[in-house]
Antibody, heavy 119, light 107 residues
Framework: EVQLVESGGGLVQPGRSLKLSCVASGFTFSNYGMNWIRQAPGKGLEWVAYISSGSSYIYYAETVKGRFTISRDNAKNTLYLQMTSLRSEDTALYYCARRSSYSGYFDYWGQGVMVTVSS | DIQMTQSPASLSASLEEIVTITCQASQDIGNWLAWYQQKPGKSPQLLIY???SLADGVPSRFSGSRSGTQYSLKISRLQVEDIGSYYCQQAHSNPHTFGAGTKLELK
């Protein structure tokens, strides 16, 4: 069974940093691209970042480019999101999601981890 | 970036009713379109991909269609377990943008 378990969220002050993790199981992690997608409270879904299976290709949403860094450790089956210079508008539930092997769809999602940016 | 205009924003329907949600792409995305269902308090789940293909385990009362750059999700007979929010997503080009969502409630 595919499982994605996020952790590392919490309350953080504006301008500070936070690092999210997503541990994957139930599939060969190193074969799949991975994404971070977020959802502000009561709002819709916003794609944040993508990393290919071997980390060769990385893309970011314009809203986080230069502040967030996506990375992965295939030996540990873990996806990361390093977030710096956090803003109140980054407050959201952050999901890690697997890119389907077929195309740019998100076929499995974690349960999400909450990040609250507030003084 | 490709814009996905989804409508309606909210919808109230009765059990067994036919429900249709639409997404309009700002440019040609071919069949690179997915629909996701998000039940209250849960993570989104892939429902339909390639505009018309049902994901594994999705009931046959769900269907997707395309007419040019307009895409539709149809629920043929609404069930109580279908209540939640629905999002379209284009996978044609980066960034893979989502529609704003449709909140489906029971009448």
């Amino acid at each position: 069974e595919v499982q994605l378990v996020e952790s590392g969220g919490g309350l953080v002050q504006p301008g500070r940093s936070l690092k999210l993790s997503c541990v994957a199981s139930g599939f060969t992690f190193s074969n799949y691209g991975m994404n971070w997608i977020r959802q502000a409270p009561g709002k819709g879904l916003e794609w944040v970042a993508y990393i290919s299976s071997g980390s060769s290709y990385i893309y970011y949403a314009e809203t986080v480019k230069g502040r967030f860094t996506i990375s992965r450790d295939n030996a540990k089956n873990t996806l990361y999101l390093q977030m710096t210079s956090l803003r109140s508008e980054d407050t959201a539930l952050y999901y890690c999601a697997r890119r389907s092997s077929y195309s740019g769809y998100f076929d499995y999602w974690g349960q999400g981890v909450m990040v609250t940016v507030s003084s | 970036d490709i814009q996905m205009t989804q409508s309606p924003a909210s919808l109230s329907a009765s059990l067994e009713e036919i429900v249709t949600i639409t997404c309009q792409a700002s440019q040609d995305i071919g069949n690179w379109l997915a629909w996701y269902q998000q039940k209250p308090g849960k993570s989104p789940q892939l429902l339909i991909y390639d505009a018309t293909s049902l994901a594994d385990g999705v009931p046959s009362r769900f269907s997707g269609s395309r007419s040019g750059t307009q895409y539709s999700l149809k629920i043929s007979r609404l069930q109580v377990e279908d209540i939640g929010s629905y999002y379209c997503q284009q996978a044609h080009s980066n960034p893979h943008t989502f529609g704003a969502g449709t909140k489906l409630e029971l009448k």
